[in-house]
Nanobody, 118 residues
Framework: QGQLQESGGGLVQPGGSLRLSCRAP???????????MGWYRQALGKERELVAT???????EYADSVKGRFTIYRDNSRKTVYLQMNGLAPEDTAVYYC?????????WGQGTVVTVSS
């Protein structure tokens, strides 16, 4: 518990932007830095799906549905990963979860709710 702390969710109109943050305050830097960090989301009645990942070396991958609109990046000095979301649409409405993976271990945050509605 408390391994990953998400923030930044909220209600936004279609076309708007949000930036999600995921902090790992209890993770030492030497573990955080090489960790694969990711954002996933789960809409009501649907399975959790990958949104974006960023490796320790900075390689990024995105779901096709968010390419060109979302950007994942990390600040290792702050042990934080971000998800900049632009051009939000109603179908982006979901609970967004942060994920950390390293050496067979995996941790999840509690999630932050993003609602896109006019």
């Amino acid at each position: 518990q408390g391994q990953l702390q998400e923030s930044g969710g909220g209600l936004v109109q279609p076309g708007g932007s949000l930036r999600l943050s995921c902090r790992a305050p209890r993770t030492i830097t030497s573990v955080f830095n090489p960790s694969m960090m990711g954002w996933y989301r789960q809409a009501l009645g649907k399975e959790r799906e990958l949104v974006a990942t960023i490796s320790g070396g900075g390689t990024t991958e995105y779901a096709d549905s968010v390419k060109g609109r979302f950007t994942i990046y990390r600040d290792n000095s702050r042990k934080t990963v971000y998800l900049q979301m632009n051009g939000l649409a109603p179908e982006d409405t979901a609970v967004y979860y942060c994920n950390r993976k390293l050496s067979g271990q995996e941790f999840w945050g509690q999630g932050t709710v993003v609602t896109v509605s006019s």
